[in-house]
Structures are given as C-alpha cells and as structure tokens.
C-alpha cells in the first residue's frame, strides 16, 4: 500500500467525516469541493484528481485495517504543523448542513485523537466554524 501525500490525507479524512453517517450529501460533497478550492493548504493540489482521491479512500475503509488503518494512514502522513488544518477541514464537512450527527461527532473524536490535538485547539476549530455557517434566521 502506497503512502498517502498530505493533501491526500486532508481528502480523506474529509471524506471519512462525511461517510461517517452513510449519507454523503450534496452539501458536504461540495464543501468537499470549496476547502479544496479555496484554502491555501490545497494551492499546489491538482483539482482534477479530488473525485480519484475520494474513491481511493472509501476503497481503503473496506479495506483490512478499515476506519482505524486509513486513520493511522493519515496520522501517519500529516506533518504536525498541517493536523490542526486537516481537523478543520474535515469540521467543516460535519458542520456545513447545520446538524452533526453522532457518527459524525464520533468520528471527529477518533480523528482528534489519532492527530492528537489538544482540546482547546478543537474546541476553537468548532467555534469559528459554527460562528461561520451561522444565519440570520
């Protein structure tokens, strides 16, 4: 099995966030879409390759080592200056249609602990992207 590139990482473990419930929306599929557009982490990543990137990763889920392989796989992966950046964007997928789920809050659980961030840098993650999303009505 090949080593994840860091973007890779960041995909995946979006896409864990948002098939955690067995339910990926259009909306979180295409916040999927606007991190890896938009945000600076993803400037040198060749757009083209999201959609391959996502299937490779539900392909790994099935996978012997399952959810807990492709999360060492990552944590593996990710420098530590880019963990709390991949948390982000995977809060971003679970928080963009205004309910999190309890997969999906278990799921960002398991992935804190496997990068191993400390709660007060979880605790603004979630804050900035609630006061983000956040309407008028």
Not at 9 to 18: D, G
Not at 33 to 50: E, H, I, M, T, Y
Request: with cysteine.
């Amino acid at each position: 099995m090949r080593s994840l590139t860091p973007h890779e990482a960041m995909i995946y473990l979006m896409v864990i966030t948002s098939a955690s419930d067995r339910d990926m929306t259009d909306v979180e599929l295409a916040r999927i879409g606007d991190v890896v557009r938009s945000w600076p982490a993803f400037v040198d990543f060749n757009q083209d390759r999201l959609i391959a990137v996502a299937q490779e990763c539900q392909k790994a889920l099935h996978d012997k080592g399952g959810l807990e392989g492709v999360l060492a796989r990552v944590a593996d992966t990710l420098p530590e200056r880019l963990r709390d950046t991949a948390y982000a964007a995977a809060f971003e997928v679970a928080a963009v249609d205004l309910e999190m789920r309890m997969e999906e809050v278990r799921v960002l659980q398991l992935i804190r602990l496997k990068l191993d961030l400390d709660t007060l840098t979880v605790a603004a993650i979630a804050r900035a992207a609630k006061a983000r999303l956040r309407t008028l009505t």
